[in-house]
């Protein structure tokens, strides 16, 4: 009897490292104006029927002056903008998460010295309603996993304890929240993590509020996720034009996916000098992402970035396969 328990047992061990990869899937997006270009939303309603969780990567809503009076203003502003019967169909497929940028928060490339931005913060969680722990009420930055583990997500507020890059104490996401991401990041067992902030972080071009333009964060950032055993990946929007990104580091690579425009109009910048950069050029149209991410007996397999254009194209693509 002895004997047949412990072969049962050595069985029972064998199929749980043998078991089949499993895919965790993620579609995203940023910078949302649906009174510019809703061509794209009846593509992403039926991509939404098979991919359960959707990113709204920032500048979600324009907010204008008038908006961001007081919380009841900057809400009814996404009332409106999310009324629109395309969006409002997207809302009822799978779970939507989403972090902010400068036209959720407020006036363009807006930082921790905009005054309205309690109130728009307010607007924000109550539309967005964040179902994970926040270790800081003023801010939304915080984890969830996904796949029962297999994908730990990482919110980032890139607004709220933001400080222009000309200052001398300039920063992103201020030391509060990077001492926070360092414990969570290191903390976490996922084979994957998933960054998602507004705003490109690998991008080496130096303009508008790329993370390059602070130097010395940026190298922060890429010391904790080079220095880690998981897959990094980072999640990004803001630029009004999509591209992949990759930076090969000293364990595993660091992947990109920049997603935007959603509905928003497009401004490509395929001479832009961005030395990350995976193929020729940006998009030049409304698209959408979608992260496939392979994962067995709690490690990386592969993942792989697409952007999506309104006639259902991939309009860029990469592969990542890991080795054990």
């Not at 409106?80 to 497929?93: A, I, W």
Request: proline share 5%; aromatic share 10%; glycine share 4%.
């Amino acid at each position: 009897m002895k004997h047949i328990i412990a072969s049962s047992l050595l069985l029972l061990n064998l199929s749980c490292v043998t078991n089949e990869p499993e895919v965790t899937t993620i579609a995203f997006s940023s910078c949302n104006d649906p009174n510019y270009n809703l061509s794209l939303l009846p593509i992403l309603e039926e991509a939404l029927d098979s991919i359960p969780t959707y990113i709204w990567l920032g500048d979600n809503v324009y907010l204008k002056e008038q908006d961001w009076i007081n919380t009841d203003s900057a809400l009814k502003k996404y009332e409106e903008v999310f009324s629109t019967p395309e969006l409002q169909r997207l809302l009822q497929r799978g779970n939507h998460y989403a972090v902010w940028d400068d036209h959720d928060a407020g006036p363009n490339d807006c930082d921790r010295s905009f005054e309205g931005m309690e109130a728009t913060m307010e607007a924000f969680k109550t539309f967005w309603k964040p179902s994970y722990p926040m270790p800081d009420s003023s801010s939304f930055y915080g984890t969830l996993s996904l796949s029962g583990g297999a994908v730990d997500l990482f919110f980032l507020d890139n607004r709220t304890f933001r400080i222009h890059h000309d200052s001398a104490n300039a920063t992103v996401f201020g030391e509060q929240q990077l001492e926070w991401l360092e414990r969570a990041y290191t903390a976490s067992k996922a084979p994957f993590k998933v960054l998602l902030m507004g705003g490109q972080f690998l991008s080496t071009a130096q303009v508008f509020d790329n993370v390059s333009r602070f130097p010395a964060e940026r190298e922060r950032l890429l010391t904790l996720l080079s220095s880690d055993p998981s897959a990094s990946v980072v999640l990004t929007g803001d630029r009004h034009h999509g591209e992949l990104n990759r930076l090969e580091t000293n364990r595993l690579p660091i992947l990109e996916a920049t997603a935007s425009p959603l509905t928003a109009k497009s401004f490509p910048h395929h001479l832009e000098a961005n030395e990350t950069r995976v193929h020729e050029g940006t998009t030049a149209e409304n698209h959408f992402g979608i992260l496939e991410l392979t994962h067995q007996n709690n490690r990386p397999i592969s993942a792989k970035m697409q952007l999506i254009g309104s006639d259902k194209s991939v309009i860029f693509e990469w592969r990542e396969t890991y080795t054990k």
